[in-house]
Protein backbone atom coordinates (compact mmCIF):
# COMPACT_ATOMS: atom_id res chain seq x y z
CA UNK A 1 0.00 0.00 0.00
CA UNK A 2 2.43 2.61 0.62
CA UNK A 3 4.25 1.84 -2.36
CA UNK A 4 1.19 2.89 -4.59
CA UNK A 5 0.60 5.98 -2.28
CA UNK A 6 5.05 7.12 -3.40
CA UNK A 7 4.18 5.93 -6.29
CA UNK A 8 1.15 8.07 -6.67
CA UNK A 9 2.43 11.35 -5.25
CA UNK A 10 5.65 10.28 -7.22
CA UNK A 11 3.04 10.29 -10.27
CA UNK A 12 2.05 13.61 -8.87
CA UNK A 13 5.16 15.30 -8.66
CA UNK A 14 5.92 14.44 -12.37
CA UNK A 15 2.70 16.07 -13.40
CA UNK A 16 3.28 19.51 -11.41
CA UNK A 17 7.42 19.47 -12.44
CA UNK A 18 6.21 19.17 -16.38
CA UNK A 19 3.48 21.60 -16.02
CA UNK A 20 6.12 24.17 -14.31
CA UNK A 21 8.66 23.37 -17.03
CA UNK A 22 6.11 24.54 -19.83
CA UNK A 23 6.10 27.67 -18.11
CA UNK A 24 9.32 28.72 -18.49
CA UNK A 25 10.43 31.41 -21.09
CA UNK A 26 12.09 31.68 -23.59
CA UNK A 27 14.46 34.22 -24.82
CA UNK A 28 14.58 35.23 -28.52
CA UNK A 29 17.71 34.34 -28.58
CA UNK A 30 17.94 30.35 -27.48
CA UNK A 31 19.17 27.34 -28.97
CA UNK A 32 16.99 25.11 -31.07
CA UNK A 33 15.96 22.98 -28.52
CA UNK A 34 15.59 25.89 -25.63
CA UNK A 35 15.31 25.54 -21.92
CA UNK A 36 12.02 23.23 -21.37
CA UNK A 37 13.44 20.41 -22.97
CA UNK A 38 15.72 18.99 -20.45
CA UNK A 39 13.09 19.81 -17.19
CA UNK A 40 10.28 17.85 -19.36
CA UNK A 41 12.74 14.68 -20.00
CA UNK A 42 13.34 15.07 -16.04
CA UNK A 43 9.67 15.04 -15.29
CA UNK A 44 8.76 12.38 -17.61
CA UNK A 45 11.58 10.13 -16.19
CA UNK A 46 10.14 11.08 -12.78
CA UNK A 47 7.11 9.84 -14.22
CA UNK A 48 7.46 6.76 -15.53
CA UNK A 49 9.41 5.48 -12.69
CA UNK A 50 6.60 6.32 -10.05
CA UNK A 51 4.49 4.33 -12.60
CA UNK A 52 6.49 1.41 -12.19
CA UNK A 53 6.65 1.56 -8.39
CA UNK A 54 2.57 2.74 -8.63
CA UNK A 55 1.55 -0.87 -10.89
CA UNK A 56 4.81 -2.90 -9.28
CA UNK A 57 4.69 -2.19 -6.04
CA UNK A 58 7.28 -4.31 -3.13
CA UNK A 59 5.48 -7.24 -1.31
CA UNK A 60 6.83 -6.38 1.95
CA UNK A 61 8.34 -2.54 2.20
CA UNK A 62 10.71 -2.22 4.71
CA UNK A 63 10.66 1.40 5.82
CA UNK A 64 14.19 2.80 7.42
CA UNK A 65 13.97 3.48 10.85
CA UNK A 66 13.13 7.33 12.46
CA UNK A 67 16.67 8.04 12.28
CA UNK A 68 17.43 7.10 8.76
CA UNK A 69 14.34 9.57 7.76
CA UNK A 70 15.36 12.58 9.60
CA UNK A 71 18.80 12.29 7.77
CA UNK A 72 16.48 12.19 4.61
CA UNK A 73 14.81 15.65 5.73
CA UNK A 74 18.06 16.96 7.02
CA UNK A 75 19.40 16.49 3.46
CA UNK A 76 16.36 18.31 1.85
CA UNK A 77 16.96 20.64 4.89
CA UNK A 78 20.56 21.27 3.05
CA UNK A 79 19.27 21.18 -0.47
CA UNK A 80 16.77 24.34 0.44
CA UNK A 81 19.12 25.95 2.27
CA UNK A 82 21.77 25.53 -0.85
CA UNK A 83 18.74 27.26 -3.20
CA UNK A 84 18.32 30.14 -0.86
CA UNK A 85 22.31 30.64 -0.63
CA UNK A 86 23.56 30.72 -3.87
CA UNK A 87 22.46 34.11 -5.07
CA UNK A 88 23.67 35.34 -1.27
CA UNK A 89 26.79 33.49 -0.80
CA UNK A 90 27.74 32.65 -4.47
CA UNK A 91 28.21 29.10 -6.54
CA UNK A 92 31.54 28.31 -4.92
CA UNK A 93 31.23 29.11 -1.33
CA UNK A 94 27.25 27.71 -1.67
CA UNK A 95 28.61 24.62 -3.28
CA UNK A 96 31.29 23.99 -0.85
CA UNK A 97 29.14 23.53 2.34
CA UNK A 98 26.63 21.48 0.76
CA UNK A 99 28.85 19.13 -0.92
CA UNK A 100 31.16 18.83 2.62
CA UNK A 101 27.89 18.53 4.99
CA UNK A 102 26.74 15.77 1.95
CA UNK A 103 30.03 14.24 1.96
CA UNK A 104 29.88 13.99 5.81
CA UNK A 105 26.67 12.23 6.16
CA UNK A 106 27.63 9.86 3.48
CA UNK A 107 30.25 8.75 5.96
CA UNK A 108 33.62 10.74 5.24
CA UNK A 109 35.42 12.22 8.03
CA UNK A 110 34.55 15.55 8.47
CA UNK A 111 38.26 17.04 7.68
CA UNK A 112 37.63 14.60 4.40
CA UNK A 113 34.35 16.20 3.88
CA UNK A 114 35.54 19.54 3.91
CA UNK A 115 38.16 18.87 1.76
CA UNK A 116 35.81 17.18 -1.04
CA UNK A 117 33.23 19.87 -0.70
CA UNK A 118 35.96 22.41 -1.78
CA UNK A 119 37.27 20.51 -4.02
CA UNK A 120 33.95 19.95 -5.77
CA UNK A 121 32.98 23.56 -5.96
CA UNK A 122 36.15 24.44 -7.55
CA UNK A 123 36.22 21.55 -9.47
CA UNK A 124 32.53 22.52 -11.17
CA UNK A 125 33.34 25.85 -11.41
CA UNK A 126 36.65 25.49 -13.08
CA UNK A 127 34.66 23.45 -15.58
CA UNK A 128 31.19 25.30 -16.23
CA UNK A 129 32.21 28.82 -15.92
CA UNK A 130 36.32 28.96 -16.59
CA UNK A 131 36.20 26.28 -19.51
CA UNK A 132 32.46 26.52 -20.86
CA UNK A 133 31.92 29.95 -19.81
CA UNK A 134 28.37 29.07 -18.18
CA UNK A 135 26.87 31.71 -15.95
CA UNK A 136 27.01 30.51 -12.31
CA UNK A 137 25.95 32.89 -9.20
CA UNK A 138 28.38 35.15 -8.10
CA UNK A 139 28.97 36.16 -4.13
CA UNK A 140 30.03 39.33 -2.57
CA UNK A 141 33.71 37.92 -3.60
CA UNK A 142 33.23 37.64 -7.39
CA UNK A 143 32.69 33.82 -7.15
Known sequence: MSDRIMGGLGLLLALFFIWQATLIKESFI??????????????????????AIFFKPDEEPEWPEFSRLFEVGMTVA???????????????VSTAFAA???????????????????????????VFHLILGLSLARGPWGF
Request: charged share 5%; glycine share 10%.
Open 30 to 51: SDPVGPKVFPIIIGILVGVSSL
Open 78 to 92: VMIAYAYALPLAGFV
Open 100 to 126: AFLSWRLGTPPVKAVIAGVTIAVGIYV
